[in-house]
């Protein structure tokens, strides 16, 4: 199993830009998350799906920010116009069956905003 | 509401010797517990998961944690650390009174000496 796939591992954006952060869940899985860590606030949750509905979006930050599943195993997470205080990592996690199971997290998208 | 405590933000063990690292966990109902690992520039993975089995469950790389309700606590010990060990980890709390969403405790720093 491949595990959740992240991309891009690295990107460096100038302020204003559109930054695209793009994940492939785990094959099977139903449920996918996106997550921010940053050193200041830790992990934090933006938005939970459940089979490509969104469930609970109440952590995403302001309206730069959309997400979609536009199908069962891809999932994007959109920041439009992208700021220096979004520069954090951004994970994305999945799993079977809702947000009570184990969570699968990828190895993470870094974003600089400079 | 479902809160999770984790007690030390910083552990420093020496090589051979056992690592402790304690959560604290509030919940309204029967709680599944787990904890992750986060090598640097890493994503989080699972180590052990609790969900109403055996109070001690054991994980991945010589990891255990024993699930004590009366004191609502989630503690992670093994008996030798080693330097790979070296890493952040994150207890997690998961309450089907909560719709089943996560909360992450702050995390705790582990860091090993030779």
């Known amino acids: 199993d491949a595990g959740v796939i992240q991309s891009p591992r690295h990107e460096v954006t100038e302020m204003g830009q559109e930054v695209t952060l793009r994940c492939k869940l785990i094959s099977g899985h139903n449920s996918l998350f996106w997550y921010r860590q940053t050193m200041m606030r830790g992990l934090e949750l933006l938005i939970y799906f459940n089979n490509n509905v969104p469930i609970d979006d109440s952590g995403m930050p302001e309206d730069r920010f959309s997400a979609k599943m536009p199908n069962a195993s891809f999932s994007t997470l959109k920041i439009q116009p992208s700021e220096p205080r979004d520069s954090a990592v951004y994970f994305c996690a999945s799993s079977f069956g809702g947000s009570g199971n184990t969570i699968y997290f990828g190895e993470g998208s870094w974003l600089t905003v400079v | 509401a479902q809160s999770v405590t984790q007690l030390d933000s910083h552990v420093s063990v020496s090589e051979g010797t056992p690592v402790l690292l304690r959560c604290n966990y509030s919940?309204?109902?029967?709680?599944?517990l787990f904890w992750y690992v986060q090598h640097p520039n890493k994503g989080l993975q699972l180590l052990l998961k609790y969900t109403s089995a055996a109070t001690l469950v054991k994980g991945i790389n010589g990891f255990e944690a024993e699930f004590k309700k009366s004191e609502t606590s989630f503690h992670l010990t093994k008996p030798s650390a080693h330097m790979s060990d070296a890493a952040e980890y994150f207890c997690?709390?998961?309450?089907?009174?909560?719709?089943?969403?996560?909360?992450f405790g702050g995390g705790t720093r582990l860091m090993v000496k030779p």
């Open positions: 997690v709390v998961s309450d089907v009174n909560a719709g089943n969403m996560l909360t």
């Open positions: 919940s309204s109902y029967s709680p599944s």
